[in-house]
Nanobody
Framework: QVQLVESGGGLVQTGGSLRLSCATS????????MGWFRQAPGKGREFVGA????????YYAESVRGRFIISRDNAKNTVYLQMNSLKPEDTAVYYC?????????????????????WGQGTQVTVSS
């Protein structure tokens, strides 16, 4: 059974930092592209970023580039999202997801429907 479990969310003030983790099990983690998405109240699920299987290629949404950092530890089957300089508009439920397709395009990587497995999400609230 494939499981993705996010942790590390919480309440932080504007300008603060949080580090989210996503621990996976039930699959060979290093075979999967890993993505982070977020969903604010009343809005659709938004691409935050993604990291390739080896960690050598990383994509970020324009809204978080320069503030967020994605990394992965294949030995620990875990992907991370370091969030710095947080803003109130970063408030959302954050999800990690695994994409298992062998060939992926940039368009597919940024689309939530491309992903095969999802975590339950972790709430991040940034107060002004």
């Amino acid at each position: 059974q494939v499981q993705l479990v996010e942790s590390g969310g919480g309440l932080v003030q504007t300008g603060g930092s949080l580090r989210l983790s996503c621990a996976t099990s039930g699959r060979t983690f290093s075979n999967d592209y890993m993505g982070w998405f977020r969903q604010a109240p009343g809005k659709g699920r938004e691409f935050v970023g993604a990291i390739s299987r080896s960690g050598g290629v990383i994509y970020y949404a324009e809204s978080v580039r320069g503030r967020f950092i994605i990394s992965r530890d294949n030995a620990k089957n875990t992907v991370y999202l370091q969030m710095n300089s947080l803003k109130p508009e970063d408030t959302a439920v954050y999800y990690c997801a695994a994409l298992i397709s062998g060939q992926v395009s940039y368009a597919a990587i940024t689309e939530s429907r491309s992903y095969d497995y999802w975590g339950q999400g972790t709430q991040v609230t940034v107060s002004s």
